[in-house]
Nanobody, 116 residues
Framework: QVQVVESGGGLVQAGGSLRLSCAAS????????MGWYRQAPGKQRELVAT???????DYAESVKGRFTIARDNAKNTVYLQMNSLKPEDTAVYYC??????????WGKGTLVTVSS
């Protein structure tokens, strides 16, 4: 079985920073991409950032210049450095690993709350 566990969420004031981590363990092979998604109350889950195994990254327009995604392939770990946080960044942040291009493994999420 595969386990995906996020950590690093919490409460922070606007303008502050947080670093999220996510690690996958178990029988997971051929990881093609890792990503962060978020879901705010009453809204659909949305893409925040992704990184492929080769290092290519993609970001939502709303976080470009503020968030940075990084990965450690050897440790099956992905990070999300979040700077200049805004109240609208408040959401549950989910990590997703994609294996063999079509198999997705999700974590249970970590809550990020940004106070104004």
């Amino acid at each position: 079985q595969v386990q995906v566990v996020e950590s690093g969420g919490g409460l922070v004031q606007a303008g502050g920073s947080l670093r999220l981590s996510c690690a996958a363990s178990g029988s997971i092979f051929s990881i093609n991409a890792m990503g962060w998604y978020r879901q705010a109350p009453g809204k659909q889950r949305e893409l925040v950032a992704t990184v492929t195994s080769s290092g290519s990254t993609d970001y939502a327009e709303s976080v470009k210049g503020r968030f940075t995604i990084a990965r450690d392939n050897a440790k099956n770990t992905v990070y999300l450095q979040m700077n200049s946080l805004k109240p609208e960044d408040t959401a549950v942040y989910y990590c997703r690993f994609t294996a063999r291009y079509i198999i997705h493994y999700w974590g249970k999420g970590t809550l990020v709350t940004v106070s104004s």
